[in-house]
C-alpha cells in the first residue's frame, strides 16, 4: 500500500470562533467575478480562479399551490410533502381540501388518498414549470397503512406520485429507498405472531428522481461543474440504491437547546416531519451544481435550505406554517461553522479512503494535497459559509459568501 501524503495545515478560526486544521492553498479570487447582490446570482467563474459564490436563500410563508416563480428559474426541486393518508397530517389536508375533510369525515379512504393528491398535483404543476430543462425533481415520500372505516390497507403514496410527474411530463429515473429504522410499535401490526393477518413494517421511505427533458447540458470543462464533483467514494455510495440514513429527531418546540429545533414549537403540531440533513445534502451534492438554485415547496423547518446554503447553492423554500418557516433563521445562523465542519469531514474521510486503498489513486487532486481515482475529480473544490447577512424578514432572505474550502 502506498501511503497518502500527509496534508499541510494550517490552523484557521472563523468567525463562529471554530478552529479548523484544514489545509487551505493560495487563492487566487478574481474580484471582478464578484456581482453586486443581485437576486438568485448565478456563480461566475474566470478560468484558472477560484470560485467565489454568492447565494441567496428565501423561505417565503404561503400556500405552495400559488407560489410564483419564473419559468425555467428552478435547477433542482428536493422536497418532501405532507404525506397523504398519514394522521399526522390529516388536519393539514383538511384545512386545504375540502373534498379532502369530506372523505375523511365520512371514512372514504380513497376518496380521501385522492383528493390529498389532488392537492399535492396542483403543487408538482405549479413547480414543474419553474424547473429548467434538464432538471431533476427529488420527491422524499413514505407510503402510509392505515385503517379507515374498519379496512386496514395499503396507500402507496409513491405510486400515486410517479403518476402525477409521468403525466406532467417527466421521466422517472432510478430511485432510492431511503431504509429508517423503526423500533416502533408499528412493527407489530396485525395478528402479532399468529398467520396469515400480520403485516410487514414500512421501514422504508422513497426518493423519487425524476427529469425534466433531457439531460442538463454543460460547456465542456465547466468550471461549477468540475468544482462541484463528488469522489469517486463519495458516488459508491449516493448512487446506490439504497440509502441507511437514521431519522431525524422531529419533535417540536422541547426546549433541549437544540436550536434547529427548539424555535419551531407552535403548538399545532408534535412533530415537524423534518428529515435528516443528510438525505437533502446528498441531492443538493448530486443532482446541482455551485451557484445553482434549489426549490422546496414544501420546506417545513428549512432543511434543504440549510443544505443548500451549506453547498453554496440558492434557495428557495415555501411552507404555509409561519412558526416553521421561521425556523429556518436559528438554522442558517450555525451555517458557517456546519459548512467547515462538513467539508472538513468529507476531506478527511477521502484521504482515509485514498490511505485504505490498495492501488493509489491515479490522479492528483488541484486544490487538496490528495490523490482522486478519476481525472473528473481534479478540480473538486469544497464551498464553505464565509459570510451571512440577513436581508429581509418578509420574506426571510439570507445573502451568503462562500468560499472555497
Ligand atoms: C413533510 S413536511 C416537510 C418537512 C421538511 N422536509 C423539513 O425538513 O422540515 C411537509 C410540510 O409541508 C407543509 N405544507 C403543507 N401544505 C402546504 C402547502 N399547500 N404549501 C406549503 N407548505 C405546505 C407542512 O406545513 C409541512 O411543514
Known amino acids: 500500500m502506498t501511503p497518502h501524503r500527509r496534508k499541510t495545515t494550517t490552523p484557521r478560526t472563523h468567525n463562529l470562533g ?29 478560468s484558472g480562479t477560484v470560485p467565489d459564490v454568492e447565494t441567496t436563500h428565501e423561505v417565503r410563508v404561503g400556500d405552495a399551490r400559488e407560489v410564483d416563480l419564473a419559468a425555467g428559474s428552478v435547477d433542482l426541486l428536493v422536497t418532501s410533502p405532507p404525506y397523504p393518508m398519514v394522521e399526522m397530517w390529516d388536519a393539514s389536508f ?57 379496512e386496514y390497507r395499503l396507500y402507496p ?53 425524476f427529469r425534466k427533458g433531457g439531460p442538463r447540458e454543460f460547456p465542456p470543462k465547466d468550471d461549477a461543474r468540475y468544482a ?3 469522489f469517486w467514494e463519495e458516488r459508491n455510495e449516493w448512487f446506490s440504491d439504497c440509502w441507511e440514513i437514521r431519522g431525524t429527531r422531529q419533535a417540536l418546540g422541547d426546549g433541549d437547546g437544540d436550536a434547529h429545533k427548539d424555535v419551531y414549537g407552535d403548538g399545532t403540531r408534535e412533530r415537524s416531519g423534518a428529515f435528516p440533513l443528510e438525505l437533502p445534502l446528498r441531492l443538493v451534492r448530486m443532482y446541482s451544481v455551485q451557484g445553482d438554485t434549489v426549490l422546496d415547496p414544501f420546506v417545513g423547518t428549512g432543511t434543504t435550505c440549510l443544505a ?23 438554522a442558517a445562523e450555525g451555517a458557517p ?12 474521510q477521502h484521504r482515509k479512503f485514498v490511505a485504505d486503498r490498495e492501488e493509489e489513486p491515479a490522479y492528483e487532486a488541484e486544490h487538496y494535497d490528495t490523490r482522486v481515482v ?32
Open 337 to 348: 461553522g456546519l459548512s467547515r465542519e462538513l467539508a472538513e469531514a468529507r476531506l478527511e
Open 157 to 209: 403514496n409513491h405510486a400515486r406520485i410517479i403518476e402525477a410527474f409521468e403525466d406532467a411530463g417527466f421521466a422517472q429515473l432510478p430511485g432510492i429507498v431511503w431504509r429508517k429504522p423503526t423500533n416502533s410499535a408499528a412493527k407489530f401490526m396485525g395478528s402479532g405472531t399468529l398467520p396469515t393477518n400480520a403485516y410487514a413494517t414500512l421501514e422504508h421511505e422513497h426518493v423519487l428522481l
Open 18 to 46: 471554530i478552529v479548523t486544521t484544514a489545509a487551505t492553498p493560495p487563492r487566487d479570487i478574481d474580484r471582478s467575478c464578484v456581482g453586486g447582490g443581485l437576486p438568485n446570482r448565478k456563480a461566475r467563474y474566470g
Open 374 to 405: 478519476t481525472s473528473a475529480e481534479r478540480r473538486i473544490q469544497l464551498q464553505t459559509v464565509d459570510q451571512l447577512r440577513k436581508e429581509a424578514a418578509e420574506p426571510l432572505r439570507f445573502v451568503a459568501r462562500h468560499e472555497p474550502f
Open 94 to 150: 383538511a384545512d386545504q381540501s375540502r373534498a379532502a375533510a369530506a372523505a375523511l369525515e365520512s371514512g372514504d379512504g380513497d376518496a380521501a388518498f385522492e383528493a390529498m393528491h389532488a392537492l399535492l398535483d396542483e403543487v408538482w404543476a405549479r413547480t414543474a414549470e419553474a424547473l429548467r430543462d434538464g432538471g431533476i425533481a427529488a420527491v422524499n415520500v413514505g407510503d402510509a397503512t392505515r385503517r379507515l372505516d374498519g
Open 228 to 230: 462541484s464533483a463528488f
Open 308 to 330: 443548500a446554503l451549506l453547498e453554496g447553492r440558492s434557495s428557495i423554500g415555501v411552507e404555509r406554517d409561519p412558526a416553521l418557516a421561521a425556523g429556518f433563521e436559528a
